[in-house]
C-alpha cells in the first residue's frame, strides 16, 4: 500500500476542489494507492467534507518508507497528459511500500479526460460513472442530507469575472454571461414547467444586472458570499434542476447533484464532463 496527499496553497472553492480530488482520481487509476486528507483540505474548499481523523495520524514523515514530491514545471490548468500522467504512475509504482506521494502546484486530472482516454483505448476502464460520481456524492452526503428542493436553481457567476478592475475580469471576461441570456433561459424553462419556482443563485458584488429577473413570477435572486456559500451550495445540489454557469463551483455541484442538469445552449462550460448532461430546455 502506497499513500497520496496535495500540499494544496489556496484558490477559490471549485479550484481548490479540482487539486484536491486529482488525488481520488489518481488513487483510481494506480492499485493499492490510498488517499490521506489533510486537515487543511476543509478549509480551502468548502463544497465536499473530508474526514481527516484517521488520516492524520499517519501524516508524520517516520510512518512513511520514503516520500516523494511531485510539483510540474508547468501548470497543469486544462489537465495533466496521458504521458505525463504515465510518467507519474512509474514513479508510484517503483516505491516501496509504505511511501507517501505528495502532490504540489497546479497538477490536475480532470473526469471528462478519464471517458476520452478509455475511448481511445488508453486506460482499461472509465472510472466516472462507478468510482468518481460515488466518491464525492459519498464526500457530500456524509454531512449533508439529501432531499430533493421542487425549484430550478441557476448559477451566474458575477464576483470577479465581473469586476472590470479585477484580474480575473480582463482574463475570462467571456464567464460573465449577459443577463439576456439567462432571461431566455427561464422563458424556455417556464414554457415547460410554469409552476416550478426557480432561484437564481450568485455573488453579491457586480451582480446588479440581475435584478431585472425579479419581474417574472415565483422567481427567487439569492446573493450570497463567503459566508452563505455552504448553504447556498446544499441548496443548489438538492434542486430538482441545476443550470450551470462556466464555473468551478457550477461543475462540481452537477457532479454531487442528482436532480436534472439543464446544459446551458450555444455557451462554453469548459471541463464539464458533457457525455453525462445533456438535457435540453429546447429539444
Known sequence: MKFITYDQKGGRSGHALKDIFTCYIMSFLIDGLVVLPQKKWNNRQKIVNFDTDESQSKLNEKNFTGIITINPTKEQWNGMSFWYFCDIQKQIESLPGGSLVIL???????????????????????????????????????????KTIDCLSMHVRRGDVADPNSRAYNAHGFRRWPVEYFEQAIISFRSKFPNVPINVFSERNFSGDLQILKKYNNLNIILGDAHSLQKDINHMINSRFFMPCDS???????????????MPEDKELRYFHKRYFNYKLRE
Not at 497538477?107 to 460515488?134: A, C, G, S
Not at 463551483?249 to 447533484?257: A, G, K, N
Request: with cysteine; aromatic share 14%.
Open 104 to 146: 504540489k502546484g497546479v497538477i490536475r486530472l480532470h473526469p471528462f479526460q478519464l471517458t476520452e482516454w478509455y475511448n481511445k483505448k488508453m486506460i482499461q476502464e472509465d472510472p466516472y460513472v462507478e468510482k468518481i460520481v460515488p466518491a464525492l456524492r459519498n464526500l457530500y452526503f456524509i454531512n449533508h442530507d439529501s
Open 248 to 262: 468551478c463551483l457550477s461543475l462540481w455541484v452537477s457532479y454531487i447533484s442528482k436532480g436534472t442538469i439543464i
